[in-house]
């Protein structure tokens, strides 16, 4: 990982970002997680790459809900770099993949404006047309690929073909598009990462929550969003002294780097999202005891919320001077605890839940506390 290590030239216009195009994952076992994420989660499969398609060193299945795609990839032998990923970090995600119009023009703009190049653009070419691609390196082993598929009308990618998965597949749980993808830094990093969002992208500050806004008895973090104005939403935290180590500091130390945390999935109905994730098996973070006393007040005004639903789903709450919104959070979905989901439903709410930090915070350490990492 090398932050704008070269000399940086503002005055280039900054890439423009058509929306995120896909998540990679690098797991352990590419088919058991895609297949998960299918059978829990309700993601359809949509495409393959493996030694069936001519790719020797690693397979790769793409499953799709709304606009969210997750790419999972699982590595072939000992020397791949998608196993050396996994020996380090565990399961987690690789690559949050931006569109762009012009690859070759949004590489040497990232470059130009301090970027570190891991991949120049180069096309992968099959009869269903080019994608023209390159990366970039951002926080910890995470890198952006930068590519255009305007001229690509296959299922995926080229060395992708359709694919059943052979695998069950729950029905769709309403998840619509990713509303936010969460990356934790060092202690004492987030300005420069918040900076390189800034300087590479010419991304904007979109919120800051202090570390005193952000505490519980234990522990704290502070957070920046940062933006493109549009789609691309990127909250960065960093831990904060606590009187313990902080839920930040357990991913650290879990993920061996900092890395993605957390993938906010957007629905219009929570209540019937979270219902049936619940039926399928899929766990969600606690909520304490008197959260929706304390919750009836902070939304009062608000009339058509099923706090019964919300009660018995441990859905939360909170609003913001444009609206409000409900969340949830799964608990940790990889093996080691730093990778999870939350799924969201906003109701002109523009802010990412802040009211509900210290209640959510307090769950997670109760977990950590079960984990001894407290
Ligand atoms: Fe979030």
Known sequence: MALLSQPHQLSVAPPKLGGVDHLEWWVGNARTFAGFL?????????????????????????????????????????????????????????DIAFLVEDVDAAYDAALARGATGLRPPM????????????????????????????????????????????????????ITRADHVVGNVEKGALERWVGFYEHVFGFSRLQHFDDDQISTEYSALMSTVVWNGETVVMPINEPADGRRKSQIEEYLDFYRSPGVQHIALATADIVATVRALRDRGVRFMDVPA???????????????????????????VDRDPNGHLLQIFTETVTDRPT????????????????????????????????RGNL
Request: aromatic share 10%.
């Open 339 to 370: 990778v999870f989901f939350e799924i969201i439903q906003r109701e002109g709410a523009t802010g990412f839940g802040e009211g509900n930090f210290k209640a959510l915070f307090e769950a997670i350490e109760r977990a950590q506390a079960r």
């Open 290 to 316: 008197d959260y929706y006393a304390e919750a009836k007040d902070r939304m009062a005004g608000i009339d058509d919320l099923p706090w019964a639903d919300l009660e018995e789903l441990h859905i939360l």
């Open 123 to 174: 096309d992968d070419v099959d009869d269903h047309g080019t994608i023209r691609h390159a990366a970039i390196a951002t926080y910890g082993d995470t890198v952006h690929t930068l590519l255009d598929r305007a001229r690509y009308a296959g299922p995926f990618a080229p060395g992708f073909t359709e694919t059943d998965l052979h695998a069950p597949v729950g029905a769709p749980v309403g």
């Open 38 to 94: 299918c059978a829990a989660f309700g993601f359809a499969p949509v495409a393959y790459a493996g030694p069936e398609t001519g790719r020797r060193d690693r397979v790769s299945y793409l499953v799709q809900q709304g606009s969210v795609r997750f790419l999972v990839s699982g590595g072939l032998s000992p020397d791949s770099a998608i196993a050396e990923h996994v020996r380090r970090h565990g399961d987690g995600i690789r």
